[in-house]
């Protein structure tokens, strides 16, 4: 008993600490003493602000255990701190990212690290504040290693042997190396009307970025990225600050903590969001619900709320933003229709929302929201087609216009995410253009979901004779094998050009992919394929609810940037192939398939069939 009461008064003593510290004056926004690094001694007391609850931080005792050298990077120490207060209970939490600290009323730097899963101490690591400072002396770099998801687990190719390639995999699907190393704290990004398994499908590529997928909600009053009245005096320091991705219907925003604020521009997290340097991004004041205490995942829900500035620098050890700076967005409109068994219309939604401007992060984003704009609708079942169309509005060009039909099948991957891949592709092969960078002016989509699946196969083909004359007209005859349907006939002329060539060739009734597949590769290989030829390409691209109709012939077709040369003889092709670089590379096919025509259907149309004719 002896041994317990001695026990209970220790802590009760560590606890004392704390408690005998003054009650602190809340910070404001405006110029502060910093608190040296080199002045700091271990047992030091001060005070970090951080939300828990609403929207007032409050203060969370501090004690300095340290210093850890190096441990940010080169010359980039961590000073190492136990909290006090409430955060005994909820430990680091989500969100804490930020959390200003002072001694003495000069300002150390922000909590920013802690140490990984069960920690029985609120351990963390503080990013002192002459490092956060230097995120003003960047402009225009970019960081070669910025986390984006493309790149949230492939980097840069080296030659990496497979024993040492196999192990590197294994330890980064376990997770961290050590349970004893500081890491950043999780930014907690918070999604408003989404679909809980599209935040199962598309979670793990946040978690690799280092982002807690949270539930959470959005204000109205985040309906643009203007600045809401009264954007002067938000973002206090020890305030929640976010940074939004999309707004609308349908948000989402990450939540770290403002650490300084010298009434124009603010420093916040103490570690970087996705690292990608200079950026334009919406700065949102944020609620906390709660923090939830946790010894495997503390974290604080909230909401993005008002629009007061736009953050300008992601960088390793803080990002900063601007008050009453606008970011731009780009709007997007997506209708979704449901279909009765008698094709009438059922019901329609119509979703508004505004998503982030980056290279990187716009088609992901696209991606994702249209995802989840088919999902977790009553009208979902399995046997389900989906039939899109869509318009891209840009800014002084030319905009495109898309239109595909998707049905269920047996690809591993389910319709809806196959349909929001191809989505988002469209904008990856804008946004990755090395030339110019796009500038979106609108998107509008309408998505009708069909209530069974609507697919068929081109089975069969028949024309009255294989030999016909240059100039004729060829009566042809198609079937077609719907899922689980009768079989489809259809009759057509097909004409055949008065100066085509004698010999053998072929008629081709094929399914889009077979026509766009020569298309897609020439304008992959060409690395310095300027925007207007990737918008010609995607104007280009067949619709594969159409039946198409091809002569084809055994010359060669180049492919070259958003140009079909079809029928070119060898010697023309030899010549244009002298001089190409490995990167504006020709792409050539042994025949040319010339297009003569298509069928429209309400049916998802695929694979091919070739009639072997011979002209006189």
Request: aromatic share 8%; charged share 20%.
């Amino acid at each position: 008993m002896q041994k317990f009461a001695a026990l209970a008064v220790a802590l009760a003593c560590s606890r004392g600490i704390f408690a005998q510290e003054p009650a602190p004056i809340r910070p404001k926004a405006g110029k502060v003493q910093i608190f040296k690094e080199a002045d700091l001694k271990p047992g030091m007391h001060g005070f970090a602000w951080t939300v828990l609850a609403g929207a007032e931080p409050e203060p969370i005792p501090v004690e300095i255990v340290g210093v850890l050298k190096n441990q940010w990077g080169p010359k980039q120490d961590i000073i190492l701190a136990k909290l006090g207060g409430k955060a005994i209970r909820t430990n680091v939490a989500g969100g804490m990212s930020g959390s200003p600290v002072y001694i003495d009323g000069k300002l150390l730097g922000a909590v920013a690290l802690r140490f990984s899963v069960f920690s029985p101490d609120a351990i963390c690591g503080i990013t002192p504040i002459e490092l956060m400072l230097e995120v003003n002396d960047f402009d225009e770099s970019r960081p070669v290693d910025a986390r984006t998801p493309d790149k949230a687990v492939a980097r840069e190719s080296v030659p990496v042997s497979a024993g040492m390639l196999s192990q590197v995999v294994s330890a980064g699907a376990a997770g961290s190396f050590s349970s004893n190393v500081m890491i950043p704290i999780e930014t907690p990004l918070t999604f408003a009307g989404f679909n809980e398994n599209v935040l199962r499908e598309f979670g793990p590529f946040f978690q690799q970025m280092g982002l807690t997928v949270a539930a959470g909600g959005a204000s109205s009053t985040m309906t643009d990225a203007k600045p809401a009245p009264g954007w002067q005096h938000s973002l206090q320091p020890g305030d929640a600050v976010s940074g939004v991705l999309v707004s609308g219907d349908m948000s989402v925003s990450g939540m770290c903590t403002v650490t300084y604020n010298d009434g124009k521009h603010v420093l916040a997290c103490g570690h970087s969001f996705f690292n990608l340097g200079p950026v334009d991004m919406p700065m949102a004041k944020a609620d906390v619900l709660m923090t939830l205490a946790s010894a495997f995942q503390p974290n604080k829900f909230g909401n993005a709320t008002d629009i007061v500035g736009a953050l300008h620098q992601d960088r390793h050890s803080a990002i900063m933003g601007e008050l009453g700076a606008t970011a731009g967005m780009v709007p997007v409109n997506v209708k979704v229709r449901s279909f009765g068994d008698k094709g009438a219309v059922r019901s329609e939604k119509n979703l508004h929302f505004s998503v982030f401007v980056q290279q990187k992060w716009t088609p992901y984003l696209m991606m994702l929201t249209l995802f989840n704009s088919i999902s977790g609708l009553n009208d979902f079942a399995e046997e389900t087609t989906y039939r899109m169309s869509g318009k891209v509005e840009m800014d002084g060009q030319p905009g495109f216009s898309i239109s595909t039909m998707l049905a269920s099948n047996e690809a591993p991957a389910p319709a809806p995410i196959q349909l929001a891949g191809w989505w988002g592709d469209k904008f990856n092969r804008l946004f990755l253009n090395s030339v110019h960078v796009p500038k979106l002016k609108s998107v509008d989509a309408t998505i009708d979901i069909l209530p069974e699946r609507r697919l068929a196969i081109i089975e069969n083909a028949w024309i009255p004779s294989s030999e016909v004359d240059a100039g004729s007209e060829v009566p042809v005859k198609v079937f077609l094998r719907p899922y689980r349907g009768e079989r489809l006939e259809r009759d057509f002329m097909l004409k055949i050009p008065a100066g085509f060539s004698k010999g053998d060739h072929r008629i081709l009734l094929s399914d889009a992919d077979t026509l766009n597949r020569m298309q897609t590769v020439a304008g992959m290989a060409d690395r310095f394929m300027d925007i207007p030829q990737t918008i010609s390409l995607i104007n280009q691209e067949r619709s594969n609810n159409k039946l198409y109709i091809s002569l084809v012939e055994p010359r060669p077709t180049v492919f070259y940037e958003d140009k079909t040369l079809p029928s070119l003889p060898a010697s023309v092709v030899n010549v244009m192939q002298t001089g190409r670089t490995a990167s504006r590379r020709l792409i050539s096919s042994a025949e040319s398939a010339i297009e003569q025509g298509s069928i429209p259907f309400d049916l998802m149309i695929d694979d091919s069939y070739s009639l072997r004719v011979t002209v006189k």
